[in-house]
C-alpha cells in the first residue's frame, strides 16, 4: 500500500509540474521554456533538495516511461496524413537524414576526443543522435553505458529545441521538410514535440527523421567504433 502511495504522489508530482510549465511555456513561447526540459529541472532539483533518490522516484516515474512507446507509436498519425508529401520527397528525406545521423555521431566523437573522454564515455555519446530507448539498446550492445547514452540524448534534445529554431532562422530554412528534418534528426522526440508547434507536415517529416535516425544509427553505430577504434 505505502508503494502505491508513492508511486502515486510521484506520478502526480510529474504531471503538476509539467501541466503548471506548460502554461507558463504557452504563455511565453520561449524554447527554453518548453515544459519537457523545465519539468525535468524542477523535478531534479525536488530530489535533490528532500534528498529523495531516483530509484524512489521512479516507483511512479516507471509508469509514466512506460508511455514513452505508445507515444512513438502515435506519430504514425500525422505521418499517416502526410504520407503523400514524404513520397514526394523521398530522396531529401532519406538523404538528408542520412547526413544528420553521420554529422551527429561524427560531431559526438569528436567533442569527446576533445575533451579526453575515456573510451567507455565515448561509447556512451555515440547513440546521442537517437531517440532514447534505442539509443541506450545501441550503447549497451557497444559496451557503453545505457542510463549515460540516455542522458546525452536528453542533452542533445535539449539542445536542439533551444537552439534549433534560431539555426532555421539564421539558415533561412521555411519549408516544411527543412524544419522537420532539422528537429526530428537534431532532437529526437522533444524535436517532433517543437515540430508540431510549425505544423502538421513538419511534424510527420521531423517523426520520419526521428524513426530513420535509429535505423540508421544501429547500422552506423558499430561501423564508427570499427572506424575509429580499431
Do not use: C
Request: glycine share 10%; hydrophobic share 60%; no cysteine.
Amino acid at each position: 500500500m505505502e508503494t502505491l502511495s508513492v508511486a502515486f504522489f510521484f506520478i502526480a508530482l510529474t504531471f503538476a509540474a509539467y501541466f503548471l510549465l506548460n502554461l507558463i511555456y504557452i504563455k511565453f513561447h520561449y524554447s527554453f521554456l518548453m515544459p519537457a526540459l523545465t519539468a525535468t529541472f524542477i523535478i531534479v532539483l525536488f530530489l535533490l533538495a528532500t534528498g529523495i533518490s531516483y530509484d524512489t522516484y521512479m516507483i511512479g516515474g516507471e509508469w509514466i516511461d512506460r508511455l514513452l512507446g505508445p507515444a512513438v507509436v502515435s506519430l504514425a498519425i500525422p505521418l499517416y496524413k502526410q504520407r503523400k508529401l514524404v513520397l514526394d520527397n523521398v530522396v531529401p528525406v532519406l538523404a538528408g537524414i542520412f547526413v544528420g545521423v553521420v554529422t551527429g555521431m561524427s560531431t559526438g566523437i569528436a567533442l569527446a576526443k576533445a575533451f579526453d573522454f575515456s573510451h567507455l564515455l565515448i561509447l556512451s555519446v555515440l547513440p546521442k543522435s537517437i531517440t532514447t530507448p534505442v539509443a541506450m539498446e545501441v550503447s549497451e550492445q557497444l559496451g557503453g553505458i545505457p542510463s549515460l547514452a540516455a542522458v546525452f540524448v536528453m542533452i542533445a534534445g535539449f539542445t536542439g529545441i533551444i537552439l534549433g529554431p534560431a539555426f532555421l532562422r539564421l539558415l533561412r530554412i521555411e519549408s516544411a521538410i527543412g524544419i522537420g528534418m532539422g528537429l526530428g534528426a537534431s532532437a529526437h522526440g522533444i524535436g517532433t514535440a517543437k515540430a508540431l508547434e510549425y505544423g502538421p507536415q513538419e511534424a510527420s517529416i521531423s517523426s520520419v527523421a526521428m524513426s530513420l535516425s535509429a535505423v540508421f544509427g544501429s547500422f552506423l553505430a558499430p561501423v564508427f567504433v570499427w572506424i575509429f577504434f580499431l
